[in-house]
T-cell receptor, first 112, second 114 residues
């Protein structure tokens, strides 16, 4: 079964609105990573969260890792058309090196 | 050099053809991966090589045959594929070790099997 749940599957926002995607794992994670895939492109690494309760920011993007290391979120403030794409979380359970459990992704559409 | 390269970018093949996908990285990473991605789905792990040895095979059909000639190169040999094998094939690499799992993806090969 699916190891990492990600919601929502789709999100449509108007430019300037905020956006959040959430991931939840059934098991404790060693770390969680976030990737962005533009339409027609390939996944591009955004960030890795390792510590319980960790919060990291990249300009308008804020990433959080839950205290129990089972959930994570990505929040984008004031979306821009360049934010369009699918955002994937990928959890590392720490049990098998090289094995990431990808969420199904959130496809973000931004209307100008 | 911080990129993973893949060739070809596009490939169309018949079900009786034999073809190979190639991947290369020069970041000194010791792990390399093959993923398959269908439209609107997450990447699906196929194979993992660490230190040039196959460490994970996700029960992939034998018509897909990986090869790692050295730490910088990864190939995927294709033979007798089915139309449902049409997908984006992504290669990735990463350093190897606990908390060194960040994976860097190549641009992929878009494969169409007729």
């Amino acid at each position: 079964g699916q190891q990492v749940m990600q919601i929502p599957q789709y999100q449509h926002v108007q430019e300037g609105e905020d956006f959040t995607t959430y991931c939840n794992s059934s098991t404790t994670l060693s770390n969680i990573q976030w990737y962005k895939q533009r339409p027609g492109g390939h996944p591009v690494f955004l960030i890795q969260l390792v510590k319980s309760g960790e919060v990291k920011k990249q300009k308008r993007l804020t990433f959080q890792f839950g205290e129990a290391k089972k959930n994570s979120s990505l929040h984008i403030t004031a979306t821009q058309t360049t934010d369009v794409g699918t955002y994937f979380c990928a959890g590392d359970r720490g049990s098998t090196l090289g094995r990431l459990y990808f969420g199904r992704g959130t496809q973000l559409t931004v209307w100008p | 050099d911080t990129e993973v390269t893949q060739t070809p970018k596009h490939l169309v093949m018949g079900m009786t053809n034999k073809k190979s996908l190639k991947c290369e990285q020069h970041m000194g990473h010791r792990a390399m991966y093959w993923y398959k991605q269908k439209a609107k789905k997450p990447p699906e792990l196929m194979f993992v090589y660490s230190y040039e040895k196959l460490s994970i095979n996700e029960s992939v059909p034998s018509r897909f045959s990986p090869e790692c000639p050295n730490s910088s190169l990864l190939n995927l040999h294709l033979h007798a594929l089915q139309p449902e094998d049409s997908a984006l094939y992504l290669c990735a690499s990463s350093p190897w070790g606990p908390r060194e799992e960040t994976q860097y993806f190549g641009p992929g090969t878009r494969l169409l099997v007729l």
